[in-house]
Antibody
Framework: QLQLQQSGPGLVKPSETLSLICTVS??????????WGWIRQPPGKGLEWIGS???????YYNPSLKSRVTISVDTSKNQFSLKLSSVTAADTAVYYC?????????????WGKGTTVTVSS | QSVLTQPPSASGTPGQRVTISCSGS????????VNWYQQLPRTAPKLLIY???QRPSGVPDRFSGSKSGTSASLAISGLQSEDEADYYC???????????FGTGTKVTVL
């Protein structure tokens, strides 16, 4: 059964870069047909799509975050990652990785458990 | 401020039918399909409905989705205690080039 395992620091200092990794198990990213994405949820608030990537490396970003976001894929490790630069307290959130349905970025039908990231000095 | 508006809360007693609305515009719901997610307390969201009214495998048929014009609805029939959760609608917005989520509705089983 497909699982997404998230890893990365839970505390990031202001102005630094947030980095998270999502490792895919029981399926190969390079097999194609799927998009892989990141979504976040600030404390007590709703969901926000950050961006998505296809196994080939094609990326799609939320315009409001585009200047600070990089999503990449490492097929050799069966992982995809998120980097968010110049973070502020407003970037404090639970970050989720997820898989899009076949041949479509949306909706996301398999989710990781989430990583709580706090931006604080 | 989300472009998809939902009521902040909804409630019902066990066995009742609850409906949640999601109001958008021609650039999102009016032109693209709607998805619904369920988020149980302290857990990741779960896909409940896709393509307006399709249920993924394993989702009970108590959950149903519909769409008309620039609005969509999620109905929960035969409400159960385990349905207490936050529910979010979502759709692609062609004007924003963004996948937008609704404001979320908290469902309480009385």
């Amino acid at each position: 059964q497909l699982q997404l395992q998230q890893s990365g620091p839970g505390l990031v200092k202001p102005s630094e870069t947030l980095s998270l990794i999502c490792t895919v198990s029981a399926a190969s990213i390079s097999s194609g047909s799927y998009y892989w994405g990141w979504i976040r949820q600030p404390p007590g608030k709703g969901l926000e799509w950050i961006g998505s990537i296809y196994f080939s490396g094609s990326t799609y970003y939320n315009p409001s975050l585009k200047s600070r976001v990089t999503i990449s894929v490492d097929t050799s490790k069966n992982q995809f990652s998120l980097k968010l630069s110049s973070v502020t307290a407003a970037d404090t959130a639970v970050y989720y990785c997820a898989r899009g349905m076949p041949l479509s970025m949306f909706p996301m039908d398999v989710w990781g458990k989430g990583t709580t990231v706090t931006v604080s000095s | 401020q989300s472009v998809l508006t939902q009521p902040p809360s909804a409630s019902g007693t066990p066995g009742q039918r609850v409906t949640i609305s999601c109001s958008g515009s021609s650039s999102n719901i009016g032109f693209n399909t709607v998805n619904w997610y369920q988020q149980l307390p302290r857990t990741a969201p779960k896909l409940l409905i896709y393509s307006d009214n399709q249920r993924p495998s394993g989702v009970p048929d108590r959950f149903s989705g519909s769409k008309s014009g620039t609005s969509a609805s999620l109905a929960i029939s035969g409400l159960q205690s385990e349905d207490e959760a936050d529910y979010y609608c979502a759709a692609w917005d062609d004007s924003l080039n963004d996948y937008v989520f609704g404001t979320g509705t908290k469902v309480t089983v009385l």
